[in-house]
């Protein structure tokens, strides 16, 4: 068991998706508080040990089928780099790592990270099989980030940033979906087609389309209302937030051209970090923030 099949196991690339926790710090004004961004990165790292775990259940789960698949086949578990004692040990650790950095902390977010054990379990033995059900678990679970990121720092949670998650979340989680369609239509070298989720044959392209329409839609619109909402204005004091609305609307385009003009959107994390136009946009964006909440 070597330590690089251990990193590809845990996946810590996939952590990423756990800054959204840092939500709570960001808006709530506190970035520059170390106490506050101490507690922060606790729940950061709750969650991202956590996450791994549940990858690790999930990579024993689905061994057999991963086989199958060209790429997944290469999986630390499914290639037989780990074997099932191992891969249990290391999921016991990873749940010792989460029991101390929980330990103290708020009970709320505590009770969040468990909710969100119990739905990420749920979703990989069960809930993934179902159609629509599938993303909005992959929503909630982005939702339960931002509440626990509130909950451990016990600051008020903006219902706006809440719907902006939810529509950001679905967005990503049905774009996913458009590229798993795309590939189906792939050919293994042996000419047999690849589908190891279930849940596809209920979708179409046109139809995953439609849904990121909404979804793209709801995301820019519920950001660009939080932004100018009686609520935000008085809490930050300006009304310059809504200049930061066309960062993220080149980011939505861009993750649209990437997924159809360039077949990428799969592992959305994967896009996201190695897209430099992406990453420059976000660094902007950022920095526009930081510029209006903490230098008015």
């Not at 077949?263 to 996201?272: A, Q, S």
Request: charged share 15%; hydrophobic share 55%.
């Amino acid at each position: 068991m070597s330590p690089s099949a251990v990193l590809r196991l845990i996946r810590p690339k996939q952590w990423t998706k756990n800054l959204f926790v840092f939500t709570a710090l960001v808006f709530s004004q506190h970035l520059l508080d170390p106490s506050f961004v101490l507690l922060s990165l606790r729940g950061f790292f709750a969650f991202s040990f956590m996450a791994s775990f549940v990858y690790v259940v999930n990579d024993m789960a689905d061994r057999e089928r991963d086989r199958a698949h060209p790429k997944k086949r290469l999986r630390p578990i499914a290639s037989g780099e780990i074997s099932i004692t191992q891969a249990s040990l290391i999921a016991v650790v990873l749940i010792a790592i989460v029991a101390g950095i929980v330990a103290g902390l708020d009970v709320r977010f505590t009770a969040c990270l468990a909710v969100y054990l119990a739905m990420n379990l749920a979703y990989s033995f069960y809930l993934k099989h179902l159609v629509l059900i599938d993303v909005f678990v992959i929503a909630i679970g982005f939702m339960l980030r931002v509440i626990g990121g509130a909950f451990v720092l016990d600051v008020p949670r903006s219902s706006w940033l809440l719907l902006t998650t939810m529509f950001l979340s679905l967005f990503l989680g049905v774009a996913k979906r458009r590229s798993e369609l795309v590939a189906l239509s792939t050919k293994d070298s042996d000419g047999k087609s690849f589908d190891t989720r279930k849940v596809l044959e209920h979708y179409s392209v046109a139809f995953v389309e439609q849904m990121l329409t909404i979804c793209a839609g709801g995301f820019v619109f519920s950001y660009a209302l939080y932004t100018v909402s009686e609520r935000t204005v008085k809490m930050f004091g300006t009304e310059n937030l809504i200049l930061t609305t066309p960062f993220v609307l080149y980011g939505v385009f861009r993750y649209l051209y990437l997924l159809h003009q360039k077949n990428l959107g799969e592992n959305p994390t994967e896009v996201v970090l190695s897209d430099v136009p992406m990453i420059l946009n976000f660094i902007a964006y950022a920095l526009a923030m930081f510029t209006i909440i903490y230098m008015k």
